[in-house]
């Protein structure tokens, strides 16, 4: 019994050794995480129980900034709702874009790796850069968008960043170009599919589409659970097309949840009451992103699932 003493001592100073190293090596993370992230949110949840402008003191006035943001602030129920259309439409076309440029992407023809750099690159400019783009190709006079429709037989076409009614359409026909990321998910997805139950189906005598929506749209549900996820909580905080591109007009028709939530911290300097809007985002999203996960029961396949 004693003799074994030493051998476990030793053992138990190479864990702790070891352990130590591991602690050393995520260091840097953790420290910039408590610092940059948890620091930032326990600071955002302490600015939003106060009213602050940044040159006074803070004087805590509780729960008021949220009371005002869901009770008294029109203009908070008018982003909100702006966001939720904007995400509503812009993610499913999204998600349908890009997953049809991943079947056309998927199929064996010459010069593949070519064209799905040019489908990817896309995703890889700014935001700003983008925006500028789009402000001359939405241009109601000489955009590129209006000389086609105008080119197609439409006498007026749509004043685009100027109408009240059509800003938001805009910025969701400008949401479609840069769905490469989501086309690369989608891409995996597809390569990942057994060819053993592909060849099967093919014997059964499934059509393409049959094809499609019976075996490969279910093996892709992971792949699409994924980019739901991620698009609803990037959609829901869209900030740079509207700030670049409208400033939130006309009318603010395209003023989004975090652009109203930026005026309000740096251009009204209500650092307390846009705080209490930054949580009330997190909550949404959270509760979003909770419904979806709880769905996934009802729609989202693993090929390692039992049937």
């Known amino acids: 019994m004693f003799a074994i003493a030493p051998h476990r001592s030793r053992r138990s100073r190479r864990y702790w050794r070891s352990a130590f190293e591991g ?11 408590v610092m940059f992230t948890l620091g930032a949110m326990l600071t955002s949840a302490w600015m939003s129980l106060h009213r602050w402008n940044l040159l006074t003191a803070p004087d805590w006035v509780g729960p008021a900034n949220y009371r005002k943001a869901l009770m008294h602030d029109p203009l908070f129920w008018k982003s909100l709702s702006n966001t939720a259309y904007y995400a509503f439409l812009s993610v499913p076309l999204r998600m349908a874009l890009s997953l049809f440029f991943a079947v056309l992407l998927n199929q064996k023809v010459r010069g593949l790796a070519v ?3 040019i489908f990817y690159l896309p995703s890889v400019v700014t935001g700003v850069a983008t925006s500028m783009l789009w402000i ?35 910025l969701i026909l400008m949401s479609l170009w840069a769905v490469g990321s989501m086309m ?41 659970l994924f980019n739901l ?16 591109m409208t400033g939130g007009g006309p009318a ?15 251009e009204f300097f209500k650092m307390g009451y846009a705080s209490a ?3 009330i985002l997190f909550f949404l999203t959270l509760g979003m992103t909770a419904l979806i ?10 090929e390692g699932d039992k049937p």
């Open 23 to 33: 602690y050393l090596f995520v260091a840097p993370w953790i420290i910039g995480f």
């Open 115 to 117: 064209f799905r750099t």
């Open 136 to 170: 001359m190709l939405l241009n109601p006079d000489v955009g590129g968008i209006n000389f086609v429709l105008r080119t197609l037989g439409v006498a007026h076409p749509p004043g685009w960043l100027t109408s009240e009614q059509w800003a938001m359409p805009g």
């Open 184 to 224: 690369l998910i989608f891409l995996a997805g597809l390569q990942s599919v057994p060819n053993e139950l592909l060849d099967a189906a093919r014997v059964d005598g499934a059509g393409g589409w049959m094809h499609f929506r019976h075996v490969t749209l279910p093996l892709l549900t992971p792949s699409i």
């Open 229 to 244: 996820v991620v698009s609803v909580i990037g959609a829901f905080q869209v900030f740079t097309q509207s700030f670049i």
């Open 252 to 266: 603010n028709a395209t003023l989004t949840y975090v652009l109203y939530l930026y005026r309000n911290a740096f």
């Open 277 to 279: 809007l930054a949580w």
């Open 293 to 302: 996960l709880r769905s996934t029961p009802l729609w989202v396949y693993y």
